[in-house]
């Protein structure tokens, strides 16, 4: 959730994720995987990707907070698990467009009503 929250933020002040990958040190790959959950994000990235979004952590991790009671209240199964290799979510490329879809339209209706 976290990293879709910072991909949303990244995308609304137009920074390009390979410069954001670059301001956090890491490669645009993995930063593409840490923005759709692929890949857990340290506090150290944390905190660097909030400076280049001109924002704290805190308001990063309270956005995500929001973004999964929203989804909750929506029932939506949320899972903090990432899918293991192989399994049927971790193939199902559709469900994952979809849920990202949602997840943008949730992050959007949390962030009007803050």
Do not use: H
Request: proline share 4%; hydrophobic share 45%; aromatic share 2%.
């Amino acid at each position: 959730m976290v990293g879709a929250v910072i991909g949303k933020l990244r995308s609304e002040r137009a920074i390009g994720q390979g410069d954001l990958a670059a301001a956090v040190g890491v490669g645009q790959p993995a930063w593409s995987r840490i923005e759709k959950g692929g890949s857990a994000l340290t506090v150290d990235q944390l905190a660097r990707a909030a400076a280049a979004l001109n924002c704290s952590p805190s308001d990063v991790l309270q956005m995500a907070d929001k973004t999964v009671l929203e989804m909750k209240s929506q029932n939506f199964q949320v899972s903090y698990d990432k899918p293991k290799r192989g399994s049927p979510e971790k193939d199902n490329t559709g469900l994952l467009l979809l849920g990202g879809a949602a997840l943008a339209a949730l992050i959007i209706a949390a962030n009007k009503n803050s």
